[in-house]
DNA sequence: ACAAAAGTGTTCTGTCTACACCCATGC
DNA sequence: GCATGGGTGTAGACAGAACACTTTTGT
C-alpha cells in the first residue's frame, strides 16, 4: 500500500467571492489587506485550510474572520492550481461563491483585513493574487445559479417586493425586464407566495410582500428556473 | 510575510470520469485497481498531483498512464475535500469529467490498472473510494454542460448522422425525442451543417453525413444549447 | 419484394414579447 | 394635488408537442 507521506503535498487555500444586493445593486465583498503579500490591496477573502478542515469549514471559518459574516449560502465553483498567483509560491484553491442579504449584515474587517466593504459587483478594483479571473468566474457560476435554482431569494430578506425581486433579476443578468410579463411569470411560480400583508413607512404607495416556499417549491420542478 | 512551508499541506488527487459514446449507448471508463486500496475493484481513473503538474496536467497524465487515452475534452466540475474516501488519509480530489469518441479509441490498462473498459453509464458496478457520489455528480455535470453548450460533438466522430445525435441526447438525459421535431431543430442551427456526403457500405438507406462548425458556433449565441 | 433505417408537414397549444395607463399612499 | 413607485390586460409572433407514412438502399 503506498503511503501518503510519499506524495507530494500543496498548501490549499480557499478563497470566497461573497454577493449581497443593497440599494437595489449587485454587491460584492471585498478585504483590504493587512499583510504582505498585496498588502493594501483589496481581495477576494479568504486564507489557508488547517488541519483537518474541509474546504467549506475553511470558506465558513476565513469569511467569520475577515469580515464577520455567518450563516450564509456558500457553493463551490472552481479548482484555481495555475502558478503564479501568489509570489510565495503556488498553491491550490478551491473558490466558493457565497450569497447574503447584505443590507442585514455589515462588514466588519477583522484578522488579516485591514478594511473590508461591499463594492458594486460591476465596479470592482484590480484585485491582489490575480483574482480577476476568479471574479470574473464567479459572475459566472452566480448567473448560471441563479437562471437554474431558486437562489435569488438567498440575496433578499424573507419579505420582499416583486420590485425588489425584478431590479435584482436586471443587476445579476444586466438586462431590463418588461414588469408586467415578470409579474405575469412569477404568478405562476406558486412557491413564491404572497404574505398578505404591505410595507409600511414608505411615502408612496406601499407594496405587497412576498416570501420564498422552499417546500412548495421542490413539487415544482423545471429544468430553468428563471 | 507568511510563509508557506508553515500552512498545513495536503495531498491532491484528481480524478476524471470519461463519457464515451458507442454502439448507441453512453458509457464510462473505469479502472480495475491492481493495487491496495480497493484491490480488484473498480474505480474512476485517477491519482495523486506530483510536483508543479496543475490539476489539468496530473489528469492527462492520469488518463494516459492508466488507459491510453489522449487528447480529449476536460473539464472540472468538483472538488471534494470530505474525510473517508481513502483509507490511508484525507485527500484533496480536484474531479474532472472528460468526453471522447469512444468508438475511436480503446482503452488499455497499464500501470495502477490490471483492466480498463467501457461500462453502460447506467450500470455502473459499485465504485472503490465512496466515489459513487463523485460518479453522480459527474452525470449532472455532464447533463448541465450538454444541455448549455456544444459539447455533444465530443463525445461522435467528426462526421456524424442526425440519428445518432439525437440517439446521443436521449441517452444523456435519458428521455425519448421525436425524430421530426428534433430535425427541425437541428435545422435552425446552421452550426450543424451537412458534409454533402452520405454513409456508405450499409444494408439499409444511407444517411446524410453532418458536421459541427465551431467558428459558425460562435456567432450564433443563445442561452441553452439543447 | 422485403428488411432496415432515413427522412418529411401540419395542426394545436402554450409561452414570450411588446406596449401605456390608472392606483394607492405620504406629504 | 402632486410626487413616487405599485400594479394591471391584450394581441401577435414564435416555439414546443403530438402524430404516420413514404423513401432509399442492400440483399
Redesign the pocket.
Known sequence: MTRLEDKSLYPVTVDSVVFGYAEGELKVALIERKMDPYVGKWAIPGGFMEGEETAEETAMRELLEETGLEDIYLEQFHTFSSHGRDPRGRTITVAFFALIDSEKYHLVATADASDAKWWPAYQVPPLAFHQDEMYAKALEALRLAIRTRPLAFELLPKEF????LQKLYEQVFNIE?????F???V??MDFICSCEK???????????LYRYDSARYKEFSKENFF
Chains 1, 2 share one sequence.
Request: cysteine-free.
Open positions: 417586493t416583486l420590485t425588489q425586464i418588461d414588469t408586467r410579463n409579474r405575469r411569470k404568478a405562476k404591505k410595507q409600511t413607512g414608505l411615502k408612496h404607495r406601499p407594496a405587497m
